[in-house]
């Protein structure tokens, strides 16, 4: 009787146990983004970031540094120069404004088969705190569907830091190194990181054979140390 029940429990145990490793399981990239294999893309439009942190200057700033992520996952990319131009005559500059709308039209007029947005939640330098942050959130949707392709948001925050062997100096230097630290540096690696979970496009010799990576988080943080 005793080895019976010693043979239950392990049994329960073991259900516990692959249970447990089912709900870890990570899903592939096809499984997250599936529409994106369907439709599979090749020209993306850049529509201007919608900034809702408190600096003015970051829409401005964020807008180019798009490009160069994804034309090296494989996408083309509408010059962004071109687009504002168009944009402004069509007085279509406020991209929030479309957020929500149906991107049909959007296609019709760059032929483009994808437009993204991206949101700047947060774009800040803490000069005291030696530390620069930004979150910043990126939809990509189809002019075809108006389904959404890909959606992350990604939190990056660089911590500066110095060490001399004095308090005082460290303190001070990584103030000095923070306060000289360009913000867009760490915006282009938020893109870095966020874009690098994008399904490989038509142009990277990838595109079609990563369905079954593992996808990352939907959000995530992310601290960089630099020491000096």
């Known amino acids: ?68 992520p994804l034309t090296q996952k494989g996408y083309y990319v509408m010059p962004p120069l071109l687009t504002m131009e168009i944009l402004r005559e069509e007085s279509a500059y406020d991209s929030e404004m479309y957020l929500n709308e149906s991107m049909k039209r959007a296609g019709q007029l760059f ?55 004095n308090t005082v100096i460290n303190i001070l230097g990584s103030m000095l190194a923070t306060a000289l630290t360009k913000e867009i540096g760490v915006g282009r690696t938020c893109n870095i990181y966020t874009l690098s979970d994008i399904p490989a496009g038509i142009y990277n010799p990838l595109h079609g054979s990563d369905s079954f990576n593992e996808a990352m988080p939907r959000k995530f943080r992310k601290v960089i140390e630099k020491s000096y």
């Not at 096809?30 to 893309?41: A, D, K, M, N, V």
């Not at 970031?49 to 700033?61: F, G, H």
């Not at 807008?63 to 160069?68: C, D, E, F, G, R």
């Open 1 to 68: 009787m005793r080895i019976k029940q010693n043979n239950i429990l392990v049994a329960i145990i073991a259900t516990i146990l692959l249970s447990g490793c089912t709900s870890l399981k990570v899903p592939t990239k096809l499984e997250t983004y599936p529409q994106l294999y369907t439709e599979r893309p090749l020209s993306v439009l850049l529509l201007p970031p919608i900034n809702r942190s408190t600096k003015v200057e970051a829409k401005e700033l964020f807008y180019s540094s798009l490009t160069v």
């Open 111 to 165: 032929g483009a088969d994808a437009v993204l947005f991206t949101i700047i939640h947060s774009w800040n330098k803490t000069t005291i705190a030696s530390q620069i942050n930004v979150e910043i959130e990126y939809i990509l949707k189809s002019t075809k569907s108006d389904e959404i392709l890909f959606n992350r948001i990604g939190n990056i925050t660089l911590s500066i830091s110095m060490d001399s062997g």
